[in-house]
Structure formats: C-alpha cells, structure tokens
C-alpha cells in the first residue's frame, strides 16, 4: 500500500500521532510545500478529531499575517461551549520570522505550551519552505528558515515534514491505489504518468481520478443498443434479430479496469507535450533527422493529423517565446522559472530543466528571435492554403535546426557608413 513508502513516512507518523490521545501532541509545525501530503494531513485531523456536524464551531483556520498570534493562542486556551475539542490550523508563518526579534511573540508560545489546553491543537503551517527530496540538497535559504524553526518550535511541537515525493514512489503509489481499487495500472503507463508531471502529487491525484474514470466507464446494456437501433429504423421496418445470425453483434464492455500507456498519452495534456518539447530539444541541438523524425511522429499522434498543424506552430511559438524569456534573463535553475514566467505562460513542471538547458544552446536574443519569424513566416504560409501543409511544416523543421548563414550586412558597418 501506498501509506508503507518512505516519502509518506512522516505523515503516516503523524496520522498515527493524531489517531491516539496518548500519542496525540498539542502542536505540529507543517513544514513544507508539498500541497499534496498537505492535504492528506487535513483530511486525517478533520476525519479523527472533529466530527463533521461540529466544524463550523471546531476548526478555525487563520493567517497570522491577518491574526496575531496572541489572539490565536488565546483562542486555543478557551474552551469551547460549542465544541468539545478546537484544531487551529495557523499559516503564513513566515511572519513569525520576519524583521525584529519577535521575543513577545516566542515567548507566548513557549508559555502556552508549558500549560497547553488538552482540548486543542494548533497546526502551523510553514508553506513557504520547499524541501526536495533528497533533504541534503535543499536551498541554502530554505536550510537556515527550516533550522530556525527546528530551534524555535522544535520542543513544544512536532515536526512533520512535507518533502517532495520520490518518483519511484509516486509511481508505487499509482500502481497501489489503483489496485486498492480494482483498477490494473500498467507500469510503464505509471511512470509515464509520474514522468510526465514531474512528480507533482497533487496533479498526479487529479489526472489519476480522471483515467480511473475514463476505464471504468459502465458498459451500455446490449438491450439498450438494440432498442435505439430498432428506433432508428425507418417506419415499416421490422428488422428481425435472429440466434443464429444476429444482425447487432455484443458490445464489448467499456469498463476495461486497466489503465495502459495509451490511455496516459490520450488523456494527460502533459504526455501529450512530451513529444513537443522534445522536438524542440533536436532543434536547438541542430539534429536534423532526428527533427523531422520526431515531427512526423507528432503529426502522426495528432487527431487532425496534418489539419492540426497551426495548432503545433502555436505551441512551438510559444516554447521559443519561453527559451527567449529564460535566455534573457539568465535563467540557470528551475526553480526561478516561477519567477520570470508568469502564471498562464509556463511550462509543465517536467519541461523545465528540458527548457533552460535547450535556451543556454543558443548563443544570442538574435537567433531566438530568427526562430520566432520562421515560425509566423510558417503560420502565414498555412493559413494561405498551401498545397501540401507537410512540406510548409518540413520546411520550417530544417530551417530551425539550420546554423543561421552570416549575412552580408553588418549593422556596425553601417553605422560607420552614416557618421
């Protein structure tokens, strides 16, 4: 099962913490961005320690960017007349940590703890961290915040943390939820599942609910089949159904309860993408035949086929606008990706580190933008009704993998012309 793999270790710690009074502790930091074990978290406080009938009174959610935090210590020492136990779920920490000392603040939490109320927990939320997998490898920042806290929390609460989730795991975890629920999930579709979306739990869940949907569609009764069919008959036809040689063959069942590899790149707009960016990354090493190859492979894969070629210019245009905006503005790491590349214009989590290594292969702004009007010389070409879309789109192919020719002009030159 899912719950048995390392990366979900200290959540399941935590979720058999809360289950026990005896284990229970009146404060736990959460501390990571992890929005997946995030959630699981949630979900196991609320479903053990606050029925649902008595939320509105029991759980309180707070921003202590908004709450001081000594009203929300007040809060949790007063009883309850409503509730017979509160869970405060406190975020933005941060503010915990900014400029000043903040004794006052620090103070009142260790006094609170010293005398805690047995009936409430608080839950600090410590979003702002990100820590990888691989805890040796965490951002020097986010080192110095996560021992601070350590130093500062670490012996009134305890610490869960929310690290990002091993690929290997969530791989495990697809392949045992979906056999939790009678659902068959190939190996290779999983990890292209995980792949794909670089990991991310939280878009590994959503996109998994929508596969276990999409084979587990009932089946149409034969029946019914057979009944629209006579329906659609013209008047005065009685079409006979014979045992012998029945003229509506049995519908084989929708409800197949196995998700393969094709199902992933059919419904995971991400898998989808795949093949795209790696398109982009024979372009920009100049490897022609493997560009084309991988082109005719992409208009294969594409439901329209040729007809969906503007489409392919569109996201191909949009790739280059993004190496441009990387190459720009120095960027060496994914994580200032987020930074630079605003909410709508990014790329999926997998592409990213792709994208920053092809956009450092160009040497200069100049042969980006060279690339972006090729591809509006392509866009203005197909929509001119060529005779063959698949030469337009070759042609372009070769053109982006081709070291562009120095040109005789020479602004410089010219220049020196006009003075």
């Known amino acids: ?119 409430a ?107 629209l069919s006579e329906q659609s008959e013209p008047k005065g036809k009685n079409p006979r159904i014979s045992s012998e040689a029945p003229q509506h063959p049995p519908v084989e069942s929708l409800a197949r309860n196995r998700v393969t590899l094709g199902d992933v790149e059919t419904m995971v707009l991400a898998a989808k993408q795949r093949s795209l960016y790696e398109l982009t990354d024979a372009i920009s090493s100049k490897d022609r035949p493997r560009a084309l190859a991988l082109l005719h492979g992409l208009l294969n894969a594409s439901d329209g086929g040729e007809d969906a070629a503007i489409g392919h210019l ?21 994580r200032a990706i987020w930074q630079v590349l605003w909410q709508g214009f990014r790329m999926p989590p997998f592409a990213a580190d792709d994208l920053i290594r092809q956009a450092r292969r160009y040497k200069s702004r100049r042969e980006l933008t060279r690339a972006l009007r090729l591809v509006a010389r392509a866009d203005l070409e197909l929509r001119s009704s060529p005779a063959n879309k698949l030469l337009v789109l070759e042609r372009l192919v070769l053109d982006l993998a081709t070291e562009p020719k120095p040109t005789a002009f020479d602004p410089a030159l010219q220049f020196a012309m006009e003075l």
């Open 314 to 334: 569109y996201m191909l245009a949009r790739t280059f606008r993004q190496m441009l905006i990387i190459l720009e503005k120095n960027v060496r790491d994914s």
């Open 121 to 227: 927990l608080i839950l600090f939320v410590a979003d702002h961290l990100r820590i990888p997998t691989d805890i040796r490898k965490m951002d020097y920042q986010d080192k110095e915040r996560f021992e601070r806290i350590r130093e500062t929390l670490g012996d009134s609460c305890g610490i869960v943390e929310l690290a990002r989730v091993d690929e290997n795991d969530a791989i495990r975890w697809v392949t045992s939820t979906a056999e939790s629920r009678n659902v068959r999930f190939d190996p290779d579709a999983a990890r292209e599942l995980v792949d794909s979306l670089g990991a991310d739990m939280m878009l590994i869940a959503s996109e998994f609910e929508k596969l276990l949907l999409y084979v587990s569609a009932p089946a149409v009764p034969n029946s019914v089949i057979l009944t």
């Open 1 to 119: 099962m899912a719950t048995s793999l390392r990366s979900f270790a200290p959540t399941d710690r935590f979720i058999a913490d809360i289950a026990s009074p005896s284990s229970l502790r009146p404060g736990y930091v959460l501390l990571g961005d992890e929005i997946f074990l995030y959630d699981r978290c949630r979900k196991a406080v609320l479903s053990t320690l606050i029925p649902e009938g008595s939320r509105d009174f029991a759980l309180h959610d707070l921003d202590l960017s908004e709450t001081s935090i000594f009203e929300a210590l007040d809060r949790a020492q007063t009883p309850s007349l409503m509730a017979p136990f509160q869970v405060l779920f406190l975020r933005n920490l941060k503010t915990l940590y900014g400029r000043g000392s903040k004794k006052e603040e620090f103070a009142a939490i260790d006094a609170y703890f010293r005398s805690p109320n047995p009936q």
